[in-house]
C-alpha cells in the first residue's frame, strides 16, 4: 500500500475558493467539533442551497473596499494597473459560491462567467507577487497570467506557443528579485536558468518537447545536491560546498527540461519548524503582507514595527515554500521528517505532499535521519503535486531503499460528487492545546464536506501520544550519527587550531553548527 499525504491547510489570512456547487445533491446538516472533549456534536443548521444563477459575485462583505494597498512594491501606473488584475482564471470552474470564508478578504468583486472564475487573492495581491492579468478564456495568455495556471495548462501554452520558457523564466526571475525581503533563495542560479529556458525554448520550436515540465522554474531545497551549484544547508559547515553531482530528484526534474531558478533556504540541516535557525537568517511567510494581517497588527501596541511584524513560514523547507506561495516557481522541493514539507505548506497556503518512505529516491539528499528522510513536493495545487510525483518517483540503483516494481503516472479523477466519501476526525488531535483559530477552520473544513454530501465520522488513533516520544528517540539518535561525519577532516569548514585531534574537532563543530547542533 502506497500512502500518499496531501497538506494544505488554509491559514486565517487565505482566501481559499469554496468548491462550485453540486447538482441534485442531497441535504444533510453539518457536524461541528466539540471544543474540549473533541466529540462531535450533533447537526445545528441545515446545509444552504447554492445560487443556481450563471454568473454570481461576491458581496460587499468580502472584498476590500481600499483603493490603496499599505505595502507597494510596484508603484506608478504599472502598478496600479497591476494591482487591478485578477491572479487566476479557471476553465473548469462550472461555479463559485458566494459563501467564502468568514476571514477571507478579496480585492473587487469575483464572477462566474461562461465557466471562468475570475479570483483575487489579497495576500498575493498586497505582495504585487503575480498581478496576474487576464485574457479571454482560450486566448493569448501573458506572463502574468500564467503564473496562476497549473503545470498541465502553461505546459499546453508553451506546446501552443502563446508563450516562452524564457518569458516564464525572465518573469520569476523578476519575482524573486522584487521579493528577496522574504530571504526565500539561499543561492538564485539565473545564468543557469536563462541557458535551460533557452534550450527549453529551442525543443519547443522543434516540436520536441521533454514533457510536462519541460520550461517549467522550479526551486530546490539547499539540501539537496546541485551539480556546480554551492550547496550549504544554511549552515557555516558547508558554505562553500560545490558537489560534483546532481541529487536523483534534481536531475529528473532537469531531464524533463525544468528550470532550475536556484536554492532554498532552510532550517541548518533541515533541523527545525520554522526556518529561522539558518545562518542565512529566517524566511518570512508571504502572508505577513497580506491586507487583513498588516491591519491586525496596526491595532496592536508597537503593530507597526516592520523588522518584527513578519510571520514564520514553518519549516524546514520554509524556502521552498514560500517560493511557491510568492509565485517565483511553479514546483519547489522540499524534504520531510516529521513534517518538514507539510507544516511550511500549511503555513503558506500551498500543497505539501511526503511521498510513502522508498517511493522516491533519497540519493544526493544530505541527509538528517536516514530511516525517515523524504523528499517531498511542494506546489500550488493538488493536481500539479501528481504531476510531478509522476516524475519523481521510481526505483533508482543508487538508492537500495526505493521501490523495486514499476510506478505509474498518477492521474488525479475529476471529483464532481463527493457524496460517497467518508471523512475521519481523529479524536486524539483535538486536544485543549489546539488554538481555537486552527480548530475553526478545521470545524469549517468538515462542515464544507457534511455540505456536500460527504460522511464525516469521529474515528480513533489510539497511538497517537507514543508517536512523538518514538519520533525523537529514532531522529535524536539518527542526527548525532549523521552530524558526527563533519569533523573537518573529510570535508566541510576546518577550523585554524592545531594543537590536537581533540581540540580541533571541538573548534570546527562549534565554528560550522548552530547551538542546536551543539
Not at 522574504?182 to 538564485?188: R, S
Request: charged share 20%; with cysteine; aromatic share 6%.
Amino acid at each position: 500500500m502506497l500512502q500518499l499525504t496531501f497538506q494544505s491547510v488554509p491559514c486565517p489570512f487565505s482566501s481559499p475558493l469554496t468548491p462550485p456547487p453540486l447538482k441534485n445533491r442531497p441535504k444533510s446538516k453539518p457536524l461541528e467539533l466539540s471544543p474540549v472533549s473533541g466529540a462531535l456534536a450533533g447537526p445545528t443548521d441545515s446545509a444552504r442551497e447554492p445560487d443556481a444563477t450563471e454568473n454570481q459575485t461576491l458581496p460587499d462583505s468580502h472584498r476590500d473596499p481600499s483603493p490603496e494597498f499599505p505595502f507597494q512594491p510596484f508603484s506608478g501606473a504599472a502598478g496600479r494597473a497591476l494591482r487591478r488584475q485578477p491572479i487566476a482564471c479557471r476553465d473548469y470552474f462550472l461555479g463559485l459560491q458566494s459563501d467564502q470564508w468568514e476571514d477571507s478578504v478579496l480585492k473587487g468583486p469575483v464572477t462566474s462567467q461562461n465557466g471562468c472564475a475570475h479570483v483575487l487573492l489579497v495576500a498575493v495581491v498586497d505582495l504585487c507577487f503575480s498581478s496576474l492579468s487576464p485574457g479571454p478564456c482560450g486566448g493569448r495568455l501573458d506572463t502574468k497570467t500564467m503564473l496562476g495556471r497549473t503545470l498541465r495548462e502553461v505546459s499546453t501554452a508553451l506546446k501552443q506557443g502563446q508563450i516562452t520558457p524564457t518569458e516564464l523564466c525572465l518573469k520569476c526571475l523578476s519575482l524573486i528579485k522584487k521579493t528577496k525581503f522574504l530571504n526565500a533563495y539561499i543561492t538564485v542560479s539565473e545564468e543557469v536558468a536563462l541557458k535551460q529556458a533557452e534550450e527549453s525554448e529551442k525543443r519547443y520550436k522543434k516540436g520536441h518537447s521533454l514533457g510536462d515540465l519541460d520550461g517549467i522554474p522550479v526551486a530546490v531545497k539547499d539540501n539537496f545536491s546541485t551539480s556546480g551549484i554551492e550547496t550549504t544547508c544554511a549552515s557555516n559547515m558547508l558554505k562553500g560546498y560545490v558537489p560534483p553531482y546532481n541529487a536523483t530528484v534534481v536531475q529528473k526534474l532537469l531531464d524533463q527540461g525544468a528550470l532550475l531558478m536556484g536554492k532554498t533556504n532552510l532550517d541548518e540541516f533541515a533541523m527545525g519548524s520554522g526556518s529561522t535557525d539558518g545562518v542565512f537568517g529566517p524566511v518570512k511567510n508571504p502572508w505577513s503582507y497580506s491586507k487583513q494581517y498588516r491591519e491586525k497588527r496596526k491595532q496592536e501596541p508597537h503593530g507597526e514595527n516592520e523588522e518584527t511584524n513578519w510571520l514564520i513560514t514553518g519549516g524546514s523547507s520554509g524556502g521552498s515554500a514560500a517560493a511557491v506561495s510568492a509565485f517565483t516557481c511553479f514546483v519547489a522541493l522540499g524534504s520531510d521528517t516529521g513534517g518538514s514539507t507539510r507544516n511550511p505548506a500549511a503555513h503558506c497556503g500551498v500543497v505539501g505532499l511526503k511521498p510513502s518512505y522508498g517511493l522516491v529516491s533519497r540519493h544526493g539528499l544530505i541527509p538528517l535521519v536516514n530511516s525517515m528522510d523524504v523528499p517531498g513536493i511542494l506546489t500550488r495545487c493538488v493536481d500539479d503535486a501528481a504531476t510531478v510525483l509522476g516524475v519523481l518517483a521510481g526505483h533508482d540503483c543508487k538508492d537500495s531503499t526505493t521501490v523495486q516494481d514499476p510506478v505509474k503516472s498518477f492521474i488525479l479523477p475529476s471529483l464532481t460528487d463527493v457524496s460517497k466519501l467518508c471523512i475521519g476526525i481523529p479524536k486524539e488531535y483535538l486536544v485543549p492545546e489546539l488554538s481555537s483559530e486552527v480548530q475553526s477552520l478545521w470545524s469549517k473544513a468538515a462542515k464544507l464536506f457534511e455540505s456536500e454530501g460527504a460522511k464525516v465520522i469521529e474515528v480513533s488513533l489510539p497511538h497517537t501520544s507514543y508517536s512523538i516520544v518514538c519520533y525523537h528517540v529514532l531522529c535524536t539518535s539518527e542526527v548525532a550519527s549523521n552530524m558526527a561525519r563533519f569533523d573537518g577532516l573529510e570535508y566541510g569548514h576546518r577550523c585554524d587550531i592545531n594543537v590536537s585531534t581533540e581540540a580541533m574537532y571541538a573548534a570546527t563543530r562549534r565554528e560550522g553548527f548552530n547551538n542546536v547542533k551543539l
